[in-house]
Structures are given as C-alpha cells and as structure tokens.
C-alpha cells in the first residue's frame, strides 16, 4: 500500500492503482488524485519479482522543491 506523501492529499493506493515509472531520479508514482510525484525504491525479489517500496520524503528530496520566500525585511524611515 502507498500513501501519498502530498500532506493534504494522503491518499492511499494499492500498487495496481498507480503507474510506476522512472524519470531518471528512479521509480516514482504520480498520485492519481492530486499528482504529486512519490518516490520507490524498487526491490528485487529472489523469484525475480520486483516489489516496490515507498521512499519517506525526507530522504527522497534531494533538491528543494518549494521555494522559502522571504517575509519582507521591515525597513527603517531614515
Ligand atoms: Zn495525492
């Protein structure tokens, strides 16, 4: 079962409900729902099945995806 790591969205689905691709960052599931893009780790099985685990999203970010803009510096009158 994969939970969508989309905080508002957390949605669950079974690992036939989603498509598993890679982008090159490797396999990841868009969510159905809301499409935000949810990172696996593939695991490959002794009976050659491939199994795919959900990456948390702590580990998965490696670049920032959202932009912290700055609160506005209060500016002094001279
Ligand atoms: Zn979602």
Request: glycine share 8%; proline share 9%.
């Amino acid at each position: 079962m994969f939970v969508c790591q989309n905080q508002p969205c957390g949605a669950r689905w079974a690992p036939d409900e989603v498509e598993i691709h890679n982008e090159g960052q490797g396999p990841l599931f868009r969510c159905p729902l809301c499409g935000a893009r949810n990172h696996l780790q593939a695991r490959h099985g002794r009976d050659g099945t491939v199994t795919y685990k959900q990456v948390p999203r702590e580990q998965a970010v490696k670049t920032p995806a959202t932009e912290v803009k700055r609160a506005a510096q209060p500016r002094r009158r001279g």
